[in-house]
């Protein structure tokens, strides 16, 4: 490495790290697994006693074509499902409505009712698998379809196991999937979290997203600054609604991505822990140990494959997913090689759950607690991007918070600004990724790419159609005029959801009778 040599994140690396260069008083801090910071990890025996969870992102098509990769996963090892939703259903569209027109099925699977929903699970035992679902806007409907199957099933809402992302403030950060305006969308957040503490345990109602937030160009402090600044306007907004915050932290958990800089992103999982661990602690004064223990779900990073030499792309994951075993993560979702190209083929995502496996049973990480614990480097770089993010949460918190320093605009600067820096180094060659501006070749190697069939959207439409001909129209009508009517009220509205979706109302029309109360977000452009 040159002299002036940073981490992805910019901090300065020296050549050489010896004791002297880590601070005793951070030694001291730093604690045992399954203790207070949990600097080491959040359990005491971490993965001596169990593997983290293995996922893989899914979701395509019909609900019918989700359900068979489902179940080829289980055949090859998965441990917990991960539901990718399309376009239409993320935004609270039907698969029949104009809008939806050519987007149906294409980036996730497309669910407009619970006949869609149980149809996804079909032959799936929801009280025995997680499922997490990647859905934000929706997330009280989804999580309501969710629940319904549960219940034909026989399966007690107290029981399921799983989460549901609902991190809306991130989707005006870096997603844009969402629907109604802020202070709307964060009540029905919120709605969910409190929904969960009171009725369903086992369920994590929020996953706070630092993924999206560094996939738009955010360096690895940023990540961490921005999310948990996110966190804690979750937090004060439950609290201020009347919940005690030993009632519904332990239920939160959190999603970071993981990229190429190794021993960065160690670091960067390990002063997560102990950012979230005092937060809790100091600023929230939580007094269950379990609200201060950061749980999180890893994915490696989609923003890092290449459509150059995606075969590449195999070791860029295996170095990712390595990096964030290492780092203590409790569920990890592995990208497919050709991710870069289109939705990823069954041989690409049976490669990138192996990718898993290999590391939990052969390459022997897991037999001791935060193996790399005690390296001069790794525990210097962990107290730097400690400091450096909680400095930057301190200028969000001078902001008024995360609501006003996205409507400022601050935010959206910042992640800008990292992701020019990042760029102007790739075209200027200081940072090389292979196969795209070093070691060049032509073409994409002959990797087969997946292709969406066109007609699963005419059956989608044809389906949705049926099921609302053979529905009780009078319930599902009264079901959205109570939803409305709840909606102009400070109640919970999660209950009057679920009633809806066991009324056969679909997706989009809940979503209709909330956007006629809560209005549509919409973006001024400056010109």
């Known amino acids: 490495?040159?002299?002036?040599?940073?981490?992805?994140s910019g901090i300065p690396v020296k050549e050489l790290y010896e004791a002297r260069d880590v601070p005793a008083r951070w030694t001291r801090s730093v604690g045992k697994p399954g203790k207070f910071p949990y600097t080491r990890g959040v359990y005491p025996s971490m993965y001596r006693d169990r593997l983290w969870t293995m996922r893989q992102y899914t979701g395509f098509g019909s609900a019918r074509e989700t359900n068979m990769r489902f179940k080829y996963l289980v055949s090859h090892g998965e441990t917990g499902l991960s539901t990718a939703f399309d376009l239409p259903t993320q935004l609270g569209l039907d698969s029949d409505h104009p809008r939806s027109q050519g987007e149906v099925g294409r980036v996730g699977v497309a669910i407009s009712s619970v006949d869609d929903m149980r149809?996804?699970?079909?032959g799936i035992d929801l009280g025995r698998v997680s499922t997490s679902?990647?859905?934000?806007?929706?997330?009280?409907?989804?999580?309501?379809?969710?629940?319904?199957?549960?219940?034909?099933?026989?399966?007690?809402?107290?029981?399921?196991?799983?989460?549901?992302?609902?991190?809306?403030?991130?989707?005006?950060?870096?997603?844009?999937?969402?629907?109604?305006?802020?202070?709307?969308?964060?009540?029905?957040?919120?709605?969910?979290?409190?929904?969960c503490a009171l009725k369903m345990p086992r369920w994590h109602?929020?996953?706070?997203?630092?993924?999206?937030?560094?996939?738009?160009?955010?360096?690895?402090v940023q990540e961490l600054a921005f999310c948990f600044s996110n966190a804690i306007e979750y937090v004060e907004t439950a609290i201020a609604r009347g919940l005690k915050v030993d009632s519904f932290a332990p239920q939160l958990s959190f999603f970071f991505a993981c990229r190429n800089d190794f021993l960065e992103e160690i670091a960067k999982f390990r002063a997560a822990r102990r950012i979230w661990a005092n937060i809790m602690k100091k600023r929230f004064r939580a007094r269950n140990p379990e609200s201060a223990k950061l749980r999180f779900h890893t994915q490696t990073s989609g923003e890092t494959l290449t459509a150059q030499q995606p075969?590449?792309?195999?070791?860029?994951?295996?170095?990712?997913?390595?990096?964030?075993?290492?780092?203590?993560?409790?569920?990890?979702?592995t990208n497919s090689r050709d991710e870069a190209l289109g939705l990823p083929t069954e041989d690409s995502v049976r490669i990138a759950l192996r990718t898993q496996q290999i590391?939990?049973?052969?390459?022997?990480?897991?037999?001791?607690?935060?193996?790399?614990?005690?390296?001069y480097y790794l525990e210097e770089l962990t107290r730097t991007i400690e400091d450096r993010v909680t400095e930057l949460m301190e200028t969000v918190r001078k902001l008024g918070g995360a609501r006003k320093a996205i409507e400022s605009g601050f935010v959206h600067k910042q992640i800008q600004e990292s992701a020019y820096e990042y760029q102007r180094a790739v075209d200027e060659g200081q940072s090389i990724i292979v196969g795209v501006n070093r070691f060049t070749e032509e073409g994409q190697g002959g990797v087969k790419i997946h292709r969406v069939d066109p007609g699963i959207e005419?059956?989608?439409?044809?389906q949705l159609a049926k099921f609302k001909a053979q529905r009780n129209g009078a319930k599902a009508k009264n079901a959205l005029a109570k939803l409305a009517s709840?909606?102009?009220?400070?109640?919970?509205?999660?209950?009057?959801?679920?009633?809806?979706?066991?009324?056969?109302?679909?997706?989009?029309?809940?979503?209709?009778?909330?956007?006629?109360?809560?209005g549509e977000h919409r973006v001024r452009l400056e010109v």
Request: glycine share 8%; net charge negative.
């Open 205 to 220: 109602p929020i996953s706070i997203s630092g993924y999206h937030i560094r996939e738009s160009g955010a360096n690895a």
């Open 359 to 375: 590391i939990a049973y052969e390459s022997g990480v897991g037999r001791t607690v935060d193996p790399l614990g005690g390296s």
């Open 486 to 518: 709840s909606a102009r009220t400070e109640q919970n509205l999660v209950d009057d959801i679920l009633r809806a979706v066991r009324s056969d109302c679909t997706v989009g029309e809940i979503s209709d009778a909330l956007r006629n109360v809560f």
């Open 119 to 122: 149809r996804l699970f079909d």
């Open 133 to 195: 679902m990647t859905i934000n806007s929706t997330a009280p409907i989804l999580l309501s379809l969710y629940v319904a199957v549960g219940l034909e099933q026989g399966v007690r809402q107290k029981a399921l196991r799983g989460t549901t992302q609902n991190d809306i403030l991130k989707e005006y950060i870096a997603r844009n999937t969402y629907i109604y305006p802020p202070e709307a969308s964060l009540r029905l957040a919120v709605d969910v979290i409190e929904f």
């Open 311 to 333: 075969d590449n792309n195999v070791a860029r994951v295996a170095i990712q997913a390595l990096a964030a075993v290492l780092g203590g993560t409790q569920s990890l979702h």
């Open 1 to 8: 490495m040159p002299d002036g040599a940073t981490t992805d």
């Open 458 to 462: 005419r059956l989608q439409v044809q």
